[in-house]
């Protein structure tokens, strides 16, 4: 499955603004709450297509055709995923492909990531995106109240 593709179905989701950077930018695909003002908006998920040297390697996200789909979904709902806390990620594969893993940067804020999601995660990936997005309404909602 290609990053366009996922990027794409990243934006199906309803109300939810996905923006793509320019290749040359290096900055990651993002998903953000399309409710909250656009200097308030923080990502649900995000697609990576790079390494960032001295920050971000694990994935080995320089290899052709490969990109990381980096999803938000709570420190619960991470555990309950992955069987352990966010704090426990250490032992993690970072480079396997279509596979649920904690986030190599961003575990601990309950962030998960999927490298190069394909046919074993597609019902999950579109799930976790879905759930994501419901949390940051919620979380919108609560600030606005």
Same mark, same amino acid.
């Given at each position: 499955?290609?990053?366009?593709?996922?990027?794409?179905?990243?934006?199906?989701?309803?109300?939810?603004?996905?923006?793509?950077?320019?290749?040359?930018?290096?900055?990651?695909?993002?998903?953000?709450?399309?409710?909250?003002?656009?200097?308030?908006?923080?990502?649900?998920?995000?697609?990576?297509?790079?390494?960032?040297? $001295?920050?971000? !390697? +694990?994935?080995?996200?320089?290899?052709?055709?490969?990109?990381?789909?980096?999803? =938000? /979904? &709570? #420190?619960?709902?991470?555990?309950?995923?992955?069987?352990?806390?966010?704090?426990?990620?250490?032992?993690?594969?970072?480079?396997?492909?279509?596979?649920?893993?904690?986030?190599?940067?961003?575990?601990?804020?309950?962030?998960?990531?999927?490298?190069?999601? $394909?046919?074993? !995660? +597609?019902?999950?990936?579109?799930?976790?995106?879905?759930?994501?997005?419901?949390? =940051? /309404? &919620? #979380?919108?909602?609560?600030?606005?109240?």
């Amino acid at each position: 499955m290609g990053g366009v593709q996922e990027g794409q179905r990243a934006g199906e989701v309803p109300g939810v603004p996905a923006s793509s950077p320019q290749a040359t930018s290096g900055a990651p695909g993002l998903v953000r709450n399309g409710d909250t003002p656009a200097d308030r908006r923080m990502p649900f998920a995000t697609i990576v297509t790079k390494d960032y040297d $001295g920050f971000d !390697t +694990a994935s080995n996200l320089n290899r052709p055709g490969v990109f990381r789909l980096n999803i =938000a /979904v &709570g #420190r619960t709902a991470f555990e309950e995923l992955l069987g352990h806390p966010p704090a426990h990620s250490g032992n993690a594969d970072h480079t396997a492909i279509d596979t649920l893993i904690p986030h190599p940067v961003y575990a601990t804020q309950g962030w998960v990531a999927i490298i190069n999601p $394909g046919m074993a !995660t +597609a019902e999950l990936s579109r799930s976790l995106l879905t759930g994501a997005h419901t949390l =940051a /309404v &919620g #979380r919108h909602r609560r600030r606005a109240s």
